[in-house]
């Protein structure tokens, strides 16, 4: 998570910990962490951190053949993860199917190992991987309803790192709601009371008014909040997904073309439509490809506020360009 963004730790945001006589407690977002919650967890406190990633990341130098495939190789020179399963095929560029030479996925790997080291780099789970296998312990990830182990091997007993993994791309380390709350935590869970919590756990995506803001100013027509809120449920959570849902409903497809102005009554509820005079994004917009273009440009405009307004606590990569001609105006 970025070192802006606005945290949350909210009980409501895990259930499943919550149950569990659990909590996310607060880590610092300045790029590390998870390795912030690694060091909670062994030591008591954060102030581990760059050591942690040190032998975290000299374990994956020693041993590349357990996640030098985890790494993708750009044929034209430089490395990244390989994508996110929800961002495979988002491209529009051409695939390139050529194979990597040995030289140029070894330069991938070096590169990939260096800004790893760096202080500042966020990790994922090969970085939680290499940790387990370093350290010798199995990790043990929350998320709203679920969690699940990364284990150092297969069999055998060993000690358990819990951190939670928060929907706004941050980790957090989990502590006992009743404490200790400084020193190691002392967390001890039963099989049958992770059983008994998980059956007793509220279902359904995890919906904040955050997610519902960036909706609101990036759909261009208006809607209410539980219409939004309703998409974002139904979308388990999505915002990408929820934005495109309501711009294929035809009850949300203004019926005058242009950039317009929309003006909303505080008091009964009704809103109006007005058409600019002028329209820069007219053709852009309203062509033969109105409702294609439409939902182009809205999920642009997601995913800039994704990335540019701090109090969106949401994914650190987008940087998109801004939807110019829309103005909405609340009254």
């Known amino acids: 998570m970025g070192p802006r963004a606005r945290r949350s730790n909210s009980p409501e945001e895990f259930p499943l910990l919550k149950s569990l006589g659990l909590m996310a407690v607060k880590i610092k977002g300045d790029g590390n962490c998870l390795f912030n919650s690694f060091s909670d967890q062994i030591h008591g406190d954060q102030t581990h951190a760059r050591e942690i990633r040190t032998k975290t990341v000299e374990y994956m130098r020693e041993h590349p053949d357990e996640f030098k495939s985890f790494v993708?190789?750009?044929?034209?020179?430089?490395?990244?993860?390989?994508?996110?399963?929800?961002?495979?095929?988002?491209?529009?560029?051409?695939?390139?199917?050529?194979?990597?030479?040995?030289?140029?996925?070894?330069?991938?790997w070096e590169q990939y190992l260096e800004r790893m080291s760096r202080n500042g780099t966020y990790g994922d789970n090969i970085e939680i991987r290499a940790f387990a296998k370093a350290f010798d312990v199995d990790v043990k990830i929350y998320n709203r309803d679920n969690s699940y182990y990364l284990r150092a091997e297969e069999h055998g007993a060993r000690p358990v790192i819990h951190v939670a993994h928060h929907t706004w791309e941050h980790y957090s380390s989990v502590r006992n709601i009743n404490g200790p709350r400084t020193g190691r935590p002392e967390i001890k869970i039963t099989p049958e009371a992770e059983a008994a919590a998980k059956a007793k756990s509220d279902h359904g995506p995890y919906i904040a008014d955050w997610m519902v803001n960036s909706i609101t100013t990036s759909l261009p027509f208006l809607a209410n909040n539980e219409?939004?809120?309703?998409?974002?449920?139904?979308?388990?959570?999505?915002?990408?997904?929820?934005?495109?849902?309501?711009?294929?409903?035809?009850?949300?497809?203004?019926?005058?073309?242009?950039?317009?102005?929309?003006?909303?009554?505080?008091?009964?509820?009704?809103?109006?439509?007005?058409?600019?005079?002028?329209?820069?994004?007219?053709?852009?917009?309203?062509?033969?490809?109105?409702?294609?273009?439409?939902?182009?440009?809205?999920?642009k405009q997601v995913s800039k506020s994704k990335a540019g307004t701090p109090e969106l606590m949401i994914k650190k990569e987008a940087n998109l360009p801004d939807m110019k001609g829309m103005e909405i105006l609340y009254i």
């Open 72 to 108: 993708h190789v750009e044929v034209g020179g430089g490395s990244r993860r390989n994508p996110k399963r929800k961002n495979v095929g988002a491209s529009s560029a051409p695939l390139d199917n050529t194979t990597p030479s040995p030289e140029q996925i070894e330069t991938a």
């Open 227 to 299: 219409t939004i809120r309703k998409a974002l449920y139904d979308n388990n959570g999505s915002i990408d997904a929820a934005v495109s849902q309501l711009l294929d409903e035809p009850s949300s497809t203004p019926s005058t073309p242009g950039s317009f102005r929309s003006v909303t009554s505080s008091q009964s509820g009704s809103s109006s439509i007005e058409r600019d005079a002028d329209s820069d994004d007219e053709d852009e917009i309203w062509g033969p490809n109105k409702r294609q273009n439409r939902k182009i440009k809205a999920m």
